[in-house]
């Protein structure tokens, strides 16, 4: 079965206080992994595909990493609007389109 | 600016009606999602069609949920008899592969279901 487990919970940081989100995974053949940032009252919107293990992608102060085993989202020197909950999720070889969603980072970030 | 577009946003109905909520996909996209979400079980993938077929409704509960795709514009999901449990929000999510990778998916708004 599928597993995703993301850490910690909850993220409180000061505005420009970087920091990083951990996303650890199992699942039997990766297809591709990805990061959403939700907002409340809203659907998650779509940051990253990550496919393989040394990829990094970035989006303004954003950066995911991804290894075998677990996936890092970087903040760099984060904005009040930078706050949000931030969702993994994987897509095995096996189970089609389906994708596993973690729990989910809330991030608070104070100015 | 492509968005899945969902209604309604917010429906409250009384147990044992029926509830009917409407998605429509990202033009172009023929990968279409329905998904749950609550504090207790986060996100949850209820269904998925590919091409208006449907490939899996593993996660639906099969006696009172049902979905169906009846063109390319247009996906519905229905409750019926709704129950207080169902209460919830209902994410429609449209998707691509692109490149022959992993299906990116973008979700709609959602819906607020509240069910007394």
């Known amino acids: 079965e599928d597993q995703v487990t993301q850490s910690p919970e909850a993220l409180r940081l000061q505005e420009g206080e970087s920091s990083s989100l951990n996303c650890s995974y199992t699942?039997?053949?990766?297809?591709?992994l990805f990061w959403y940032r939700q907002d409340p009252g809203k659907g998650p919107e779509f940051l990253f595909t990550?496919?393989?293990a040394g990829e990094e992608k970035e989006k303004e102060r954003l950066k995911a990493t991804l290894t075998k085993k677990e996936s890092f989202l970087h903040i760099t020197a984060p904005k009040p609007e930078d706050s949000a909950t931030y969702l993994c999720?994987?897509?095995?070889?096996?189970?089609?389109?389906?994708?596993?969603f973690g729990e989910g980072t809330q991030l608070t970030v104070n100015p | 600016d492509a968005r899945v577009t969902q209604t309604p946003r917010h429906k409250v109905t009384e147990m044992g009606q029926e509830v009917t909520m409407r998605c429509q996909p990202i033009?172009?996209?023929?990968?279409v999602f329905w998904y749950r979400q609550t504090m207790m079980q986060g996100l949850e993938l209820l269904a998925y069609?590919?091409?208006?077929?449907?490939?899996?409704d593993s996660g639906m509960p099969k006696d009172r949920f049902s979905a169906e795709m009846p063109d390319a514009t247009l996906a519905t999901l229905k409750i019926q008899p709704s129950e207080p449990r169902d209460s919830a929000v209902y994410f429609c999510?449209?998707?691509?592969?692109?490149?022959?990778?992993?299906?990116?998916?973008?979700f709609g708004p959602g819906t607020r279901l509240t069910v007394t």
């Open positions: 990550l496919y393989s």
């Open positions: 999720a994987v897509q095995a070889e096996t189970s089609g389109s389906r994708l596993t």
């Open positions: 069609f590919r091409n208006r077929a449907p490939l899996d």
């Open positions: 999510a449209s998707g691509l592969r692109p490149g022959g990778g992993a299906y990116e998916q973008y």
């Open positions: 699942v039997s053949g990766l297809r591709g």
């Open positions: 033009l172009g996209h023929n990968t």
